[in-house]
């Protein structure tokens, strides 16, 4: 069973950093690519970022670029997103997400999340 | 960026009944390789996204049947028939043709 399991979100400054996990288990996380998908509250669903299947390739929103780094360590299994200098308008909720295929393509499996507050 | 038009907003529906939505892009989705990437997700209340249908029409693992999707271009439907209480929700649309990927704003399914 394909499992995503999101941690590091809370509640930060503007203009402070966070950093996002996704631990993956159920298939083999270096054979395909994934993304960082965000839901602000009671709004509809955005895509934040896509890295490839070995991380020679990343995509951002021009809202993020410059400010997040999306990363992964396929020995560990595992999905990151380095925020900096946030803003008010990047709380969400962060859902890590899984691509059909090796790199930029729809979303296959989507973890539960983790909520990230930007307020002072 | 490619904008996606759902409609309705809201669709209240009878359970057993059927429901229709709709999804409308800017631009064509058809790739230059001649495949058409438009998928279709539920997020139920509480819950995060899940995929129904993947490339207009074709139903990912473990869907049911009552879930159908059509549609070519910039035009594109999903058919629910026979609803039951497990398909209410929000339904997104969202179109990976183009650069970024973009979602519809949503449909909420909920009981009449």
């Known amino acids: 069973e394909v499992q995503l399991v999101e941690s590091g979100g809370g509640l930060v400054q503007p203009g402070r950093s966070l950093k996002l996990s996704c631990a993956a288990s159920g298939f083999t996380f270096s054979n395909y690519g994934m993304a960082w998908v965000r839901q602000a509250p009671t709004k509809g669903l955005e895509w934040v970022a896509t890295?490839?299947?070995?991380?020679?390739?990343?995509y951002y929103r021009d809202s993020v670029k410059g400010r997040f780094t999306i990363s992964r360590d396929n020995a560990k299994s595992t999905l990151y997103l380095q925020m900096d200098s946030l803003r008010s308008e990047d709380t969400a909720t962060y859902y890590c997400?899984?691509?059909?295929?090796?790199?930029?393509?729809?979303?296959?499996?989507w973890g539960q999340g983790t909520l990230v507050t930007v307020s002072s | 960026d490619v904008v996606m038009t759902q409609t309705p907003v809201s669709l209240p529906v009878s359970l057993g009944g059927q429901a229709s939505i709709s999804c409308r892009s800017s631009?064509?989705?058809?790739?230059?390789?001649?495949?058409?990437?438009l998928h279709w997700y539920l997020q139920k209340p509480g819950q995060s996204p899940q995929l129904l249908i993947y490339r207009v029409s074709n139903r990912f693992s473990g869907v049911p049947d009552r879930f159908s999707g059509s549609g070519s271009g910039t035009d594109f439907t999903l058919k629910i028939s026979r609803v039951e209480p497990e398909d209410l929700g929000d339904y997104y649309c969202?179109?990976?043709?183009?650069?970024?990927?973009?979602f519809g704003s949503g449909t909420k399914l909920e009981i009449k």
């Open positions: 969202l179109q990976s043709t183009h650069f970024p990927l973009t």
């Open positions: 890295i490839s299947y070995d991380g020679s390739s990343t």
């Open positions: 631009q064509s989705l058809v790739h230059s390789n001649g495949n058409t990437y």
């Open positions: 997400a899984r691509h059909y295929y090796s790199s930029y393509s729809w979303f296959a499996y």
